[in-house]
């Protein structure tokens, strides 16, 4: 079955770096997008980044462009945020999640677990 696990959170001083890995399994990742959201404490969940089945990568919150970047290895079936110069702002369980398709434009259709990030000192 389709599953998606998400791992690499952990906590970290202001200003260091984190990859957050989602190791697919049950599918061809080569032919679907994979969305990163995250959620804060009292907070709604927001979508963070999204990266399309041609490795196009889209990032929807303005705080994080050019510290963040997706990637994805399809031979590993994986995808990455890589995650650097963070902030106590950037704390939040995140999430992989699987679009339907292969663009970012597709509904959501599977959730990975979560894993926390902490950023503080």
């Known amino acids: 079955q389709v599953q998606l696990v998400t791992s690499g959170g952990g906590l970290v001083q202001p200003g260091g770096s984190l990859r957050l890995s989602c190791a697919a399994s049950?599918?061809?990742?080569?032919?679907?997008?994979i969305h990163w959201f995250r959620q804060a404490p009292g907070k709604e969940r927001e979508g963070v980044s999204c990266?399309?089945?041609?490795?196009?990568?889209?990032y929807f919150v303005d705080s994080v462009k050019g510290r963040f970047t997706t990637s994805r290895d399809n031979a590993k079936n994986t995808v990455y945020l890589q995650m650097n110069s963070l902030k106590p702002e950037d704390t939040a369980v995140y999430y992989c999640?699987?679009?339907?398709?292969?663009?970012?434009?597709?509904?959501?259709?599977?959730w990975g677990q979560g894993t926390q990030v902490t950023v503080s000192s």
């Open positions: 049950g599918f061809t990742l080569d032919y679907y997008s």
């Open positions: 990266i399309n089945s041609a490795g196009s990568t889209f």
């Open positions: 999640a699987r679009r339907s398709g292969r663009f970012c434009s597709s509904g959501v259709d599977y």
